[in-house]
């Protein structure tokens, strides 16, 4: 029951106990249009308890994520939690069956992720005995309301461990506000009362704990950003330094322990190439690589259906594909034959009960969203629960292909290509659609709305994963250093120039389109190759980097501030800003952002503005004052790509804005 582990967080599973929302057959033939994509999924993360008494979900709804409970044979929720304002229940974890904790974080805007508050609140199954049970909001009516002896401090806290087996304690780190370091301690999940275990030795730190929940290795760094990975052995409380980032030049962070703990296993950055695991033995303490592949970086650890043992590791390279620690094992048999009995969806494993009886499974696809499963580890039988978003038909949808193409210098450039369905690929209308970020994120084979929505207009999409993108390895990430508007831009051009190459674009149709930091590489784009687009679109966009380094959130923070400095640099700003080269732009612009953006603050958007006016450029606006970094509201999302599809419409063909579906 450890927090942490990458798979359980990134599957989202979702289990529905009867309440009329069974998974609905798509029969439904009419054309899909915007609503079908901006409808939230019926729920986004879903852990059954220990024994298989309830189930908990977090379900969307507007700019709010909330938590429920689920029981069998009920046609109504047994519990729920619900803050006010535009707070979300990021992560949760059952730790007895009838009791969780869990966090609630902040965000401001659809495109980010919720910023975590500090807090670990609990909940009964009911929805009794809710409140925070460590944080710095915390107070005394809180507490009580907790039933528990919390009480007022300056700390925030996560959750590390929820102790599989101990139905009373959870490990939990605190980081007492105005001192660098965390400890780890052993709290009461009903009453909040806390017991001191490990203190770290490392500024910023986190903890991960072996199956007996002992903490085991700390990671942190100060505010240079140099990671620092500790290690001790079992019973001591001495502190073992294993890996320095300033002297090793690499970034290693633990994952988890096999079964018996007599491995911990690591992911370990590499100089060049893509990131490997690592067996480290405990009592040799030598490590050794267990999984690396020549092109992607691991994603996370694969564990067993029905248990808590990693069996292998997941890559995305960029389909997902699996290396298994023992491949005769009956554990890596059974994921194999899963994997082929979904026709070639990826199969994950979710929660399960603590018999390991009955496990959920998270089947889903380039073109398929999700669907659930309940699999039976006995009978090994699947009964599908539902799917998330059951009026899309995945045999309808546009099918994303992996591509990759050597950049003008000979760097191997990774990306995806989404195809309108039913199409043969050739001499289309193109979007060129640059991810935000940009560092540290990458477009995967995945699910996403956004393309199909392109797609079923009749736009091929092509995204790509310059250098500075995730999951190639650190040396591709840092290469992107200080190239904002350089080598980065260079990156999106040639796969542009790809496309045509490939004869897959129409050279006369194509637009660059794309959020947060896409909107910046989609007005430099224009600024750097006037006749290579047609139109562009930036969305909640940065577009001057002298603002980037002094508005915004990641000014406010030593640590971001520094990272600023590393990564975009302090030279060259507006050479490689898009607001002061508007007078080069000679295609059509959509520009959108939200007042309450701080990310990328609405200023941005308002000076690109002014500077295309100035230099005489089309340029069309929609602005929200009430939305932050990406639109929220479903009637604002419909207005946004309502406005973005007949932009393009007007500019490189594809279809015009479908009316909006009914009800399925």
């Known amino acids: 029951m450890k927090t942490g582990r990458m798979f359980r967080a990134v599957c989202a599973l979702v ?34 308890s220990p024994k298989g008494t309830y189930a ?48 609630v974080g902040e965000k401001n805007g659809a495109l980010e992720q919720p910023s975590a508050q500090g807090e670990i609140w ?31 401090e300056a700390v925030a806290a996560d959750l590390v461990d929820g102790l599989e087996g101990d139905d009373d304690k959870a490990i939990i780190s605190v980081y007492r506000l105005g001192t660098a370091y965390t400890s780890a301690e052993r709290m009461d999940v009903t009453s909040g009362a806390r017991v001191a275990v490990a203190q770290a030795p490392v500024e910023r730190a986190s903890f991960t704990t072996d199956n007996n929940g002992e903490v085991r290795f700390a990671a942190g760094a100060k505010n240079d950003n140099n990671n620092k990975l500790y290690y001790r052995k079992a019973g001591s409380s001495s502190w073992t330094l294993i890996n320095d980032e300033s002297s090793s030049g690499r970034v290693v962070s633990a994952l988890d322990f ?34 690396r592949d020549p092109n992607a970086d691991p994603a996370g650890l694969l564990y067993a259906v029905g248990s808590s043992k ?37 199969v994950f494993t979710g929660s399960n009960t603590l018999d390991g009886k009955q496990a959920l499974l998270f089947v889903t696809s380039d073109r398929n969203p999700g669907d659930y499963y309940v699999f039976d580890t006995q009978s090994k039988n699947a009964d599908l629960l539902i799917s998330r978003k059951s009026w899309l038909d995945p045999r309808r949808l546009g099918e994303t292909r992996a591509v990759e193409f050597s950049a003008r210098d000979g760097r191997k450039i990774h990306g995806l290509l989404t195809l309108p369905p039913g199409s043969d690929g050739r001499g289309l209308p193109l979007v060129v659609n640059p991810h935000g ?57 040639d796969a542009t120039r790809w496309a045509i190459q490939q004869q897959i674009a129409d050279a006369n149709r194509i637009c660059i389109y794309g959020a947060s930091y896409g909107g910046y590489a989609s007005l430099m784009g224009v600024a750097k190759e006037p006749s290579l687009y047609k139109c562009a679109v930036g969305y909640v966009g940065v577009y001057d980097l002298h603002m980037l380094q002094r508005r915004g959130d990641m000014s406010q923070r030593m640590s971001s501030v520094n990272f600023l400095k590393d990564a975009v640099g302090t030279e060259g700003l507006n050479e490689a ?27 941005h958007s308002e000076a690109m503005e002014k500077a295309l006016k100035a230099a005489g450029v089309p340029v069309e606006t929609l602005y929200y004052s009430t939305e932050g970094h990406g639109f929220y509201k479903e009637e604002h999302q419909r207005e946004f790509y309502t406005r973005l599809l007949s932009f393009l419409h007007k500019y490189i063909g594809g279809k015009a804005p479908l009316t909006a579906s009914a009800a399925r």
């Open 15 to 48: 289990v529905v106990w009867p309440l009329g929302l069974l998974a609905q057959a798509r029969v439904d033939n009419t054309p899909y249009g915007i609503e079908d994509f901006i409808r939230k999924d019926r729920f986004q993360s879903v852990k059954i």
């Open 56 to 103: 908990a979900a977090t379900v969307p709804i507007d700019d709010k994520t909330v938590l429920v409970v689920l029981k069998p044979g009920q046609t109504k929720p047994y519990g729920t939690f619900n803050l006010r304002g535009k707070t979300h229940v990021s992560s949760f974890q059952w730790v007895n069956d009838n009791r969780l904790l869990f966090t």
């Open 122 to 152: 609990g909940m009964n199954a009911d929805g009794s005995r809710a409140g925070v049970l460590v944080g710095w909001k915390n107070v005394d009516s809180t507490s009580s309301r907790a039933g528990g002896n919390a009480r007022k």
């Open 258 to 291: 096999n079964a018996d703990n007599s491995i911990a296993y690591l992911l370990s950055e590499e100089k060049t190439g893509p990131s490997s695991v690592l067996a480290f033995n405990v009592a040799s303490e030598q490590t050794s690589t267990v999984a």
């Open 310 to 346: 990693p069996i292998g590791v997941m890559f995305q390279a960029p389909k997902p594909k699996y290396t298994y620690f023992d491949p005769a094992s009956a554990e890596a048999r059974l994921h194999r034959s899963l994997q082929s009995s979904f026709g070639g969806d990826a």
């Open 437 to 493: 970020g940009p560092f540290g994120v990458q477009d995967t084979w995945t699910y996403e709305d956004e393309r199909q929505l392109l797609a079923s207009h009749g736009y091929a999409v092509l995204q790509v994963n310059f250098r500075g993108s995730a999951g190639y390895g650190r040396e591709h990430l840092r290469a992107g250093y200080k190239q904002w508007g350089r080598a980065m831009q260079d990156d999106v051009t």
């Open 577 to 603: 800003s898009p607001n002061k080269l508007a007078a080069n732009i000679r295609v059509p612009v959509f520009l959108a952002a939200g007042g309450e953006d701080v990310r990328a603050p609405q200023d």
